[in-house]
């Protein structure tokens, strides 16, 4: 986990269209209970009851949760350490592509939370097998992990999971409440 201190004190603020008082605008609307609407850029009520639908827009960094079709919530989100690509094999730090299903709340994780995503799928499992490849696993939404918690909104400024998609601790305990098992997530490049 030291990686991901590297990283985010070696990438400088200023290169971010989101200003460090921003990141401390945000991270106190979190801490307050509240929800930040990063296209407004302000503060507001969480959204009530549960989500069944999430997309991911990996070129947006975006988190988007649906409930009845209709846009409940965005998230900025930090992604994979290996680049936009979509993930072919264990270990390449990339985030996967496609449509999955949420299939378990992991209390215990070791970030602050986390939802395990379906993947890989039988198909991805034959594809990456065909190549003599481990299509890999243990794809998450999570949390930080608790060496870097203070980090907050900040830790966006790199993509630094090992191919997972990571909120702040704040609003993973929201999606954690909000999203039951079985939803489904779309991640697009």
Known sequence: MKRLGALILLSPLAACSVTTGEYAAI????????????????????????VELIRVDKS????SVYRNGQLVREF????????PLPKVQ????RVPE???????????SAFHLSLRIGYPTAEQVAAAAKRGLNAGGDIMIHGLPPAFKDYGAAHRETDWT???????????????RAVPAG???QIKP
């Open 27 to 50: 991270d106190s609307c979190l801490a307050g209970g509240q929800a930040w609407n990063y296209r407004a850029s302000k503060c507001e009520r969480m959204s009530d009851g549960p």
């Open 76 to 83: 900025r989100v930090a992604l994979g350490r290996g680049g």
């Open 162 to 176: 090992e191919g997972c998609i990571a909120v702040t601790d704040q609003e993973i305990e929201e999606i954690w």
């Open 90 to 93: 264990q270990g390449d730090g």
């Open 60 to 63: 947006d960094h975006l988190m």
């Open 183 to 185: 939803a489904p997530i």
């Open 98 to 108: 496609g449509t999955y299903r949420i299939t378990a709340h992991n209390p215990n």
